[in-house]
Structure formats: C-alpha cells, structure tokens
C-alpha cells in the first residue's frame, strides 16, 4: 500500500469527524443548558419565527386575562354602589307608607321627610364619588372598552352612560314629599339644541306680546336669562328674561339676537333683512326655555305656544316651564305618586344592574377562553422550541462516545506516518 508522510489523510478525516462532533455536543450543551431548542435562527429560522408570534400571542393574552380581572372589578364596585342606592330607596318605600299611618303627627312628618332628604343626599353622595381607578363610574359618563384579546379589536365594551348619572334628582327621587309642606312639580324641560349654521326667522306679520322668563343656552351651557337691550322701542326698562316684540319684524329679530349677545358676547349671526332671520356663524349649539314654575299643566303650554308664536320657534324648541303635578294638601295621590317614583327609580337602577351582571358573566366567561387558548398556544410553542431532554441527552450520549473514539482513532492515524522510518533504517 502507498506510505505518505506530508498528508495524513486518516489523521484529516479523524480530525474533521472530531470538528462534527465537537459542534454537535455545543448544540447538545446549549440545548441542555437553556432548555430551549431554538437558542438562535441557525437552529430553526421557520420555527423561530412562529414560535416568537405564539410568545407574542401568549403575552397579549396574560395581560388579557389582567384586562378582563379589572373589567370585572370595575363592574362589581358599580354594581355594589348601585346595590346600595337601592338599598337606600327601599328604605325611602317603608318611610313613605309609614307616612301614610293615620297616628302620625305634623312633627312625625317632618322627621320622615328629614330622613327623605338626609338619604337623597346620600343617593347624590354615592352617584358623585363612587371612582374606579379615579375614574367616576356613576355620573353618567363612564364608556370604556377592555381589550380582551391578543389583538386590536378585541374588546368588551362596559357602559354606563346616562344623563345626568344616578344622582337623586336624575332618579327623580328629590321630588319626593312626605310631609305635605309643598306641592309635587314636574321639572322644566329643555328646548331642542338647534346646531350651528341655523336660521331663525321671525314671523311676518309679527306678533305683537311680551315673553316671561326666557332663558337661552349656548353650546350646551347653562341657561341664562335673557336680557333684552334698552335700544328696544317696543319695551319699557330692562327686565332679565323679558322681551318685548312689536309691529316691525325687522326690530323684533335684531332685538331677539341682541338680547342674546348682550348677555354672551361670544353669540355671532348672519343678519337677512329681506327675510327678516339670522343664522348662527360660531356656536356648536343654541337652546331655549321658559324658567320659572306655573300653576299647572295648561298655563305652561300656554306660556311655551305664546313664545313660539312671538319668536317664530317651534314649541319643541322653546323649553316647558316646570309646573305642580299635586297641589300639597293631596297626600293620597302624593304618596302614589312617591311611590311610583320610587318604584321607577328601583326598575332603572336594575335595569343598569342586570346590564352589569351580564357583563360580568360575559368578562369571567372571557377569562375561561383566555386561560384555555394562553394554555394550548404554550403547549405548541413548546413543542417547537422546548428541548426534548429525553432526545437530547441521547444524543450528547452518543456524541460523548464517537468523541471519544474519535480522538482515539486520531492518535492511531497520527502515528501512522512513523512506519515510514522503519524502511529508512
């Protein structure tokens, strides 16, 4: 057989098997070491990848899971406040029958209408301060969405919303009397906003009269009288929240949007002579009502139909006065009506409750989904970037030993060149 001295083929091979092996046993080690079987994309590019998306879904889904918990906490703390707002008109329901015991004397009233407002302010108290976060949560405005989900989108909507919250005066249960000591009255209704760019235009022939008590509302501001300027021929004095209109229509609608701007000079319109009107030019709404109380039902409409004619307004934008619906005397329709009132307020307050605990059943249910996917979603994650000990301590076994004898066989292959001086002696 041929002898070579400069190239040891054996002793190449040997040491190129040692290379092999001695990378596969880095592998092993590394996989041993870090539990991972992906430690870098050289390892498996596609299967990084997927297996970084399913860490980034199981991230998304644990702080879902964080999301639906405080989904849920929020719904409970407004459900136990409205739960005691309840409570506290179950308690004005006993004191109302109560009032209806005939061995009850004027004092005996006036201490169960104190009660009544004592726990009307409570009712307010809770609407005002009940916070979540710092967030309140019944003053009508709480609208959020939780993202339940790994992604954008995936979101559960908790609302709350209603006007003016669930204070005493929106459940309507400050309007409740127990001691005779004055009628029950309807509140005065605001007139429609009418957005910006309308025209109003005042009637031709004009109607000649006076309005009482006309207050007007600015972007959806409080209301304020108005005050008519003292440049109306038609008026004598400055009275807040009169105006007079007489027999030029022209006068009467610059006199109406002057009345206006003399109490808010923010107030700007475009003036049409010819068709006697003006159109809003820089506010995002303009509303109208008639303040005051009046006797009844009738002298209200009266009063809102006789400024809509001397305006040119619909009666649907001139707000309703407020007016007694039980004159103080009537404790028996009083105290169906307190009844009625507070039997309402109970209904709505459950309605919003039952909304809640819907809510709250949909955010546990959620959190059960999210549990289940995060589970099933690391179980494949780890079937693709785990280590498989049981594999791979097999195969650093293997590698240990065709190391081993690797290197033998590599000592053996050296010495073979050393024959070569056993033809030179």
């Known amino acids: 057989m041929s002898l070579f001295v400069n190239s040891n083929i054996s002793s190449l091979t040997a040491q190129r098997n040692i290379t ?13 070491s870090s539990g991972f079987r992906i430690n870098s994309a050289a390892d498996d590019a596609a299967g990084l990848q997927i297996s970084d998306r399913m860490s980034s879904q199981i991230a ?23 739960e005691e707002i309840v409570t506290i008109a179950q308690r004005m329901r006993t004191l109302v029958i109560q009032s209806r015991d005939g061995t009850n004397s004027k004092p005996d009233k006036n201490a169960l209408q104190e009660e009544v407002d004592e726990l009307n302010k409570e009712i307010t108290r809770i609407s005002n301060t009940s916070e979540f976060a710092g967030q309140n949560l019944l003053d009508g405005t709480y609208n959020e969405n939780f993202l339940v989900g790994a992604n954008s989108g995936q979101t559960i909507n908790v609302d709350i919303t209603r006007e003016s919250g669930f204070t005493a005066d929106a459940l309507g249960l400050s309007k409740l009397v127990l001691d005779g000591s004055k009628s029950i009255s309807e509140d005065s209704v605001e007139g429609i906003q009418n957005s910006l760019g309308t025209t109003f235009t005042l009637p031709n022939p004009p109607q000649l009269g006076t309005i009482t008590g006309l207050q007007f509302s600015l972007n959806g501001g409080e209301y304020r009288y108005i005050n ?15 105006i007079t209109f007489g027999a030029d229509t022209s006068i009467n609608m610059i006199m109406l949007g ?9 107030f700007q319109a475009s003036i049409d002579n010819v068709n006697n009107s003006f159109t809003t030019t820089n506010v995002e709404s303009l509303s109208f009502r008639l303040a005051g109380e009046v006797n009844n039902l009738e002298t209200a409409k009266a009063n809102q139909i ?8 619909s009666p649907e934008q001139v707000g309703l006065q407020g007016y007694p619906i039980i004159p103080p005397e009537d404790e028996e329709r009083a105290s169906i009506y307190n009844l009625a009132v507070i039997d309402s307020a109970i209904s709505t307050i459950n309605g919003y409750r039952a909304d809640l605990g819907a809510l709250q059943n949909r955010f546990q249910s959620t959190l059960r989904n999210l549990s289940n996917i995060s589970e099933n979603v690391s179980a494949a ?11 791979e301590t097999a195969n650093l076994t293997r590698n240990q030993i065709i190391q081993q004898a690797s290197v033998s066989v590599l000592a053996q292959a050296n010495n073979r060149p050393q024959a070569a001086l056993s033809l030179l002696s």
């Open 60 to 82: 998304g889904l644990d702080q879902a899971v964080r999301n639906a918990n405080d989904g849920i906490s929020v719904v409970q703390t407004a459900d136990g406040a409205l």
């Open 258 to 266: 002057l009345s206006i701007r003399l109490v808010d000079n923010s």
């Open 228 to 242: 008519e300027p003292f440049s109306n021929p038609y008026s004598i004095g400055h009275t807040p929240g009169q």
């Open 20 to 32: 092999n092996i001695g990378n596969s046993l880095s592998t092993s080690f590394e996989r041993l």
């Open 381 to 391: 994650r780890s079937q693709i970037r785990d280590t498989d000990y049981a594999l």
């Open 306 to 313: 006789l400024a809509a004619s001397l305006t040119g307004l």
